[in-house]
Nanobody
Framework: QVQLQESGGGSVQSGGSLRLSCTTSEFTDSNICLGWFRQAPGKGRETVATRGRIGVANYADSVKGRFIISEDTTKNTLYLQMDSLKPEDTNMYYC????????????WGQGTQVTVSS
């Protein structure tokens, strides 16, 4: 059974950094699109970063230049390095497997909370 498990969330001050981690068995297939989205209860979902085929990365405009998605296939782990954090980055972050176009998350973990204080 496919599983994704996030970790690394926490509370930081504005301008700080966090690195989220996601362990998943999905790395066995290099054609799978993996990524991160954020969503608060009752609010809309925003995909912040995806890693598509052959490792091509895409970012939401809101995080471009501040977040970096990466992976360590030897550890079956996907990362999201978040720098220059802003209060508006506060949210629940989810690691997900996306569809082939990297547009729609199909399966995700339980999420990890990120809180940025001003």
């Amino acid at each position: 059974q496919v599983q994704l498990q996030e970790s690394g969330g926490g509370s930081v001050q504005s301008g700080g950094s966090l690195r989220l981690s996601c362990t998943t068995s999905e790395f066995t297939d290099s054609n799978i699109c993996l990524g991160w989205f954020r969503q608060a209860p009752g609010k809309g979902r925003e995909t912040v970063a995806t890693r598509g085929r052959i490792g091509v990365a895409n970012y939401a405009d809101s995080v471009k230049g501040r977040f970096i998605i990466s992976e360590d296939t030897t550890k079956n782990t996907l990362y999201l390095q978040m720098d220059s954090l802003k209060p508006e980055d506060t949210n629940m972050y989810y690691c997900a497997r996306y569809d082939g176009s990297c547009s729609w998350p199909q399966l995700w973990g339980q999420g990890t909370q990120v809180t940025v204080s001003s």
